[in-house]
């Protein structure tokens, strides 16, 4: 089997060069890189990823922590992860996608954990995971606002979540919508809790009280509920309500497309009837839809590269400074689902 110094023999460079081709730790020249490469593939060497680890006292690998058996893949999160993976390999890094089991936060065994660093996904109020990670001294960035007691200084990556929901509730007290439904996250995670204040807040801001129904929240997706959110709530508010809802606001694509049905199913019609507002959407998908769904661009591709650069800061790889708190900006992308009241 061939080792790293018959690649460098050949090649004619030293062994920090081939090791710096694989890792892409420091950059090498175009000519070296496919000189070395070549020789590589004639010799059919493959770095020996363990043994380069037991020299580093790294294990090249972060983690991409998800809530342990509670959590359900959108293509907002495929678009994170793949942001995550892309920018990760850039430095050498490979993404472990981990699912802490709930026994394992409760007899913690992450002592021995196989990473260098973490990104936690989806925070909730005092998130085990956090708190997990903490203790045993591992680096890590959370995507969203923590609530764990007593730690203070954490690294984060978010969109303003506050700023994303006044945006849109301003777009649709603009258009003269004053009875609005809100389909919210999950009650417990953080985004969701910094939603809630926010949407509270504006409407107060302009007079509007909040009244029972208008905020409702994701179940957990064991629920049999979970599936159908969005469906039934939207069709008890529009029948049984004595002012029915003009506009809605849908936590994502799933919740909208549930929303949307039950629309149709009351014999209403988007947005001549009720006009639909979509927080986390498939971009590509949007448009595809009758009628068309406006929308907030989250950047979650950004978010991933950004979780991951500010990870590597941590782990002490990007040099100089940076922010420890980083603001992905959002914007409304306007379709054909919102419009102004009909009079």
């Given at each position: 089997?061939a080792?790293?110094?018959?690649?460098?023999?050949?090649?004619?460079?030293?062994?920090?060069?081939?090791?710096?081709?694989?890792?892409?730790?420091?950059?090498?020249?175009?000519?070296?890189?496919?000189?070395?490469?070549?020789?590589?593939?004639?010799?059919?060497?493959?770095?020996?990823?363990?043994?380069?680890?037991?020299?580093?006292?790294?294990?090249?690998?972060?983690?991409?922590?998800?809530?342990?058996?509670?959590?359900?893949?959108?293509?907002?999160?495929?678009?994170?992860?793949?942001?995550?993976?892309?920018?990760?390999?850039?430095?050498?890094?490979?993404?472990?996608?981990?699912?802490?089991?709930?026994?394992?936060?409760?007899?913690?065994?992450?002592?021995?954990?196989?990473?260098?660093?973490?990104?936690v996904?989806?925070?909730?109020?005092?998130?085990?995971r956090?708190?997990?990670?903490?203790?045993?001294?591992?680096?890590?960035?959370?995507?969203?606002?923590?609530?764990?007691?007593?730690?203070?200084?954490?690294?984060?990556?978010?969109?303003?979540?506050?700023?994303?929901?006044?945006?849109?509730?301003?777009?649709?007290?603009?258009?003269?919508?004053?009875?609005?439904?809100?389909?919210?996250?999950?009650?417990?995670?953080?985004v969701?809790?910094?939603?809630?204040?926010?949407?509270?807040?504006?409407?107060?801001?302009?007079?509007?009280?909040?009244?029972?129904?208008?905020?409702?929240?994701?179940?957990?997706?064991?629920?049999?509920?979970?599936?159908?959110?969005?469906?039934?709530?939207?069709?008890?508010?529009?029948?049984?309500?004595?002012?029915?809802?003009?506009?809605i606001?849908?936590d994502?694509?799933?919740?909208?497309?549930?929303?949307?049905?039950?629309?149709?199913?009351?014999?209403?019609?988007?947005?001549?009837?009720?006009?639909?507002?979509?927080?986390?959407?498939?971009?590509?998908?949007?448009?595809?839809?009758?009628?068309?769904?406006?929308?907030?661009?989250?950047?979650?591709s950004?978010?991933?590269?950004?979780?991951?650069?500010?990870?590597?800061?941590?782990?002490?790889?990007?040099?100089?400074?940076?922010?420890?708190?980083?603001?992905?900006?959002?914007?409304?992308?306007?379709?054909?689902?919102?419009?102004?009241?009909?009079?």
């Amino acid at each position: 089997m061939a080792k790293i110094d018959d690649v460098a023999r050949l090649a004619g460079v030293s062994k920090g060069t081939v090791s710096n081709v694989f890792s892409q730790k420091r950059p090498t020249s175009k000519k070296v890189t496919e000189k070395v490469l070549q020789i590589s593939k004639e010799l059919n060497y493959v770095p020996n990823h363990i043994a380069r680890s037991l020299v580093t006292k790294k294990t090249m690998a972060i983690g991409l922590t998800i809530p342990h058996g509670k959590f359900f893949f959108s293509v907002f999160h495929n678009q994170f992860i793949n942001g995550v993976i892309l920018e990760a390999s850039n430095y050498g890094y490979r993404v472990l996608l981990d699912m802490i089991a709930a026994e394992e936060v409760k007899t913690p065994s992450l002592a021995s954990y196989p990473i260098d660093g973490a990104i936690v996904l989806g925070p909730t109020e005092e998130d085990d995971r956090i708190n997990l990670l903490y203790q045993n001294e591992i680096p890590f960035v959370t995507i969203g606002k923590i609530i764990n007691k007593g730690l203070q200084g954490v690294s984060t990556v978010n969109n303003d979540n506050k700023q994303v929901i006044r945006d849109i509730c301003d777009y649709l007290l603009g258009l003269g919508h004053r009875n609005i439904m809100f389909l919210n996250a999950g009650e417990q995670m953080t985004v969701s809790i910094e939603r809630t204040e926010e949407f509270v807040r504006v409407l107060q801001e302009h007079g509007v009280m909040i009244q029972p129904g208008m905020i409702h929240y994701k179940p957990g997706i064991h629920s049999d509920k979970y599936i159908k959110y969005g469906y039934d709530e939207t069709l008890h508010s529009v029948k049984n309500h004595t002012e029915r809802p003009t506009a809605i606001i849908a936590d994502d694509d799933r919740t909208a497309f549930s929303a949307l049905n039950a629309i149709n199913d009351a014999g209403l019609r988007v947005p001549e009837d009720i006009s639909l507002f979509v927080i986390c959407g498939d971009q590509s998908m949007m448009h595809q839809v009758r009628p068309s769904l406006t929308g907030m661009d989250l950047q979650p591709s950004e978010l991933g590269v950004q979780s991951v650069r500010l990870l590597m800061h941590k782990l002490g790889i990007l040099e100089g400074s940076y922010e420890n708190n980083r603001i992905v900006p959002s914007k409304i992308i306007e379709r054909n689902s919102c419009s102004s009241i009909q009079n």
